[in-house]
């Protein structure tokens, strides 16, 4: 699994969704980017262009839409979540 990090929007993103979310909504949450941090070239991701010298990833899962990046390191940086 690699290394992965939280931008601090991302963080607020998953604060906010939390405070509503049930235990099992939080398990899928967890397993979703468990799955990204152990694979972020998994099939399905989109690529955002949002900046083209550090791209970044969008993935659905169920619910949610998660936008990341891969770090210089080759970890894995969670830029937001968004949630239907």
């Given at each position: 699994?690699?290394?992965?990090?939280?931008?601090?929007?991302?963080?607020?993103?998953?604060?906010?969704?939390?405070?509503?979310?049930?235990?099992?909504?939080?398990?899928?949450?967890?397993?979703?980017?468990?799955?990204?941090?152990?694979?972020?070239?998994?099939?399905?991701?989109?690529?955002?262009f949002?900046?083209?010298?550090?791209?970044?990833?969008?993935?659905?899962?169920?619910?949610?839409?998660i936008?990341?990046?891969?770090?210089?390191?080759?970890?894995?940086?969670?830029?937001?979540?968004?949630?239907?």
């Amino acid at each position: 699994m690699a290394k992965f990090i939280f931008a601090r929007r991302s963080l607020r993103d998953v604060a906010d969704w939390k405070k509503g979310a049930s235990p099992r909504d939080r398990d899928a949450l967890d397993q979703v980017l468990s799955a990204i941090s152990a694979d972020p070239t998994l099939p399905g991701r989109a690529l955002s262009f949002h900046d083209p010298q550090r791209p970044s990833y969008s993935y659905r899962a169920g619910p949610f839409l998660i936008r990341y990046r891969e770090t210089d390191d080759g970890g894995v940086e969670f830029l937001n979540l968004f949630h239907r």
